[in-house]
């Protein structure tokens, strides 16, 4: 079983700093992209910023310039660096892991199972 867990979330005032991390774990090979989602009451979840294992990125134009994510490949990790936080910027944080390759017999799998983490709230007050 693959698993992700999301920390770091909690209460900050506007113009404040958090920072997110998201830990795969199990036995894993490898992990094509990694991202981070949000969702706040009553909103869809929304893409907020995603790397490839090459260190690519893709950001939500409501956090560029804001928001940094980075990932360490050898320890299945990936981190958003939060700055200049927004009270808009309130929601559950979710860690999502696409292209997960699993061992399996003679080489590696794709693995099928639940990809996404439990989500950690950020509450950004004004």
């Known amino acids: 079983q693959v698993q992700l867990v999301e920390s770091g979330g909690g209460l900050v005032q506007a113009g404040g700093s958090l920072r997110l991390s998201c830990a795969a774990s199990?036995?894993?090979?490898?992990?094509?992209?990694m991202g981070w989602y949000r969702q706040a009451p009553g909103n869809q979840r929304e893409l907020v910023a995603a790397?490839?294992?090459?260190?690519?990125?893709n950001y939500a134009d409501s956090v560029k310039g804001r928001f940094t994510i980075s990932r360490d490949n050898a320890k299945n990790t990936v981190y958003l660096q939060m700055n200049n936080l927004k009270p808009e910027d309130t929601a559950v944080y979710y860690c999502?892991?696409?292209?997960?390759?699993?061992?399996?017999?003679?080489?590696?799998?794709?693995?099928?199972?639940?990809?996404w983490g439990q989500g950690t709230q950020v509450t950004v007050s004004s």
């Open positions: 999502h892991a696409d292209g997960i390759r699993v061992p399996s017999y003679g080489g590696s799998s794709w693995y099928l199972g639940r990809n």
């Open positions: 790397i490839t294992s090459r260190g690519s990125t």
């Open positions: 199990g036995t894993i090979f490898s992990i094509d992209a």
